[in-house]
């Protein structure tokens, strides 16, 4: 059996919030003690995570004096060079002061908007200090209750005013950044603004430097809405945007349980990993592998610990487990008739002899209906080397 313990080439990442998670819910106080970030980033490292991400304020509180904020950012880089974690990601914290309880950079207030840019420029000031080169927009409150609040229309406004102005402060200070966009339909709002990825690769088309920005899929946020998770990234690696990517599990439509990557949903986690790994022959998603997710409020530390190895272990477990579908010669054979027929020369780029040619070409419409295309057998055979029952 081979070892499914991780090394930094698999670019494994958690968030100080996601093992920082001290099991509170909205109907129960905490179950665990808070860890102090240098203390995370030391169990990181002895666990093999290869980073750890961060919003402004899991790190330097809300009201941190400059002096606090600096002996702690030392503290942390301490931390982080002693135990061989890098930070890849950073974000910043617009959902859980008050004074985002109505948005950030979609606020009624001018003023309130003008607060949240002043916090993500020092949030991105920070990411710079930590080596980070991606920063994470998760607008949380950015969303309604009262939907005659505000024209909807506003609100995307405001967000592409919010953007263009921190890729301008980007550019201004020299920085290397890529943005990246995170999506979810709803909660803690009733309703949240662009809430798919798919309203999210839209979204960037109309931003000045949409070359800076891309998308961080969450495997819970669009499964809240129903949608494939797979089909989301697949769409964003085939546009160039897939910048970062949250791993967890979520059994479902309904709240956001950020769960330990596989422990629902296996087919669809078996599936994103063979598309982010490429085992089918597809170009390989060279990004951070990040957890945001966290143990059940029922784990005490050690649990946490146990929770986020499993994360890790699952993931190696499926990325071989993938490597096997894809090499299994009977999966090839089925996939090589899929692609039998060579590329119709009537298909391809538009020529007024090709479309005059098609106009005249008769189908076989029953004949091509009836031919058999053994999915049936093709996917027996993935769930069996899921099962293990085929290596
Ligand atoms: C929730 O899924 C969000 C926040 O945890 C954070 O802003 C972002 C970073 O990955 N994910
Ligand atoms: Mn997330
Ligand atoms: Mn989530």
């Not at 997710?293 to 005490?300: F, G, K, L, S, V």
Request: one cysteine or more; hydrophobic letters at 40%; aromatic letters at 8%.
């Amino acid at each position: 059996m081979p070892s499914f313990d991780p090394t930094p080439a698999d670019q494994f990442s958690f968030g100080l919030w996601t093992v920082g998670n001290v099991g509170r819910d909205p109907f129960g106080d905490p179950t665990r003690p808070a860890l102090n970030p240098d203390d995370s980033v030391r169990k990181l490292g002895e666990i093999g995570a290869w980073g750890v991400n961060l919003h402004d304020n899991d790190l330097v509180p809300f009201d941190a004096s400059a002096g606090e904020r600096d002996r702690i950012v030392t503290s942390f880089q301490k931390a982080c060079a002693d135990n061989g974690v890098v930070v890849p990601m950073c974000t910043t914290n617009l959902f859980g002061h008050p004074v985002f309880k109505d948005g950030a950079y979609t606020s009624n207030d001018p003023k309130v908007r003008a607060f949240a840019l002043q916090k993500t420029m020092a949030g991105i000031d920070l990411a710079v200090e930590l080596g980070a080169e991606i920063y994470v927009f998760w607008g949380g409150r950015e969303g309604t209750e009262a939907d005659a609040c505000r024209d909807p229309q506003v609100a995307i406004q405001r967000m592409r005013e919010a953007m263009n102005y921190l890729t301008s402060y980007v550019k201004d200070q020299g920085y290397t950044m890529t943005f990246a966009l995170e999506a979810k339909p709803n909660e803690p709002r009733s309703d949240i603004y662009l809430s798919t990825t798919g309203h999210m690769l839209h979204f960037i088309t109309t931003l000045d430097d949409a070359d800076m920005v891309g998308v961080n899929p969450e495997v819970a946020h669009e499964n809240m809405a129903g949608l494939s998770f797979v089909h989301g990234v697949a769409q964003a690696m085939e546009a160039g945007k897939l910048a970062h990517i949250d791993l967890n599990a979520q059994k479902g439509p309904r709240y956001d349980q950020d769960l330990r990557f596989g422990s629902e949903g296996l087919k669809e986690a078996f599936l994103l990993v063979r598309l982010l790994e490429g085992t089918a022959g597809n170009a390989r998603y060279t990004g951070p592998r990040h957890f945001d997710a966290h143990a059940y409020r029922t784990e005490d530390q050690a649990g946490v610990w146990d929770f986020a190895r499993g994360c890790m272990r699952t993931y190696k477990i499926l990325q071989a487990r993938a490597q096997a579908f894809d090499a299994d010669p009977e999966v090839k054979a089925i996939l090589a008739e899929q692609s039998c027929e060579t590329a119709d020369p009537l298909l391809g780029s538009y020529t007024s002899e090709k479309a005059a040619e098609l106009s005249a070409t008769s189908f076989d419409v029953d004949g091509i209906a009836k031919r058999g295309l053994r999915y049936e057998h093709l996917d027996q055979l993935m769930i069996e080397h899921l099962l293990g029952a085929r290596s």
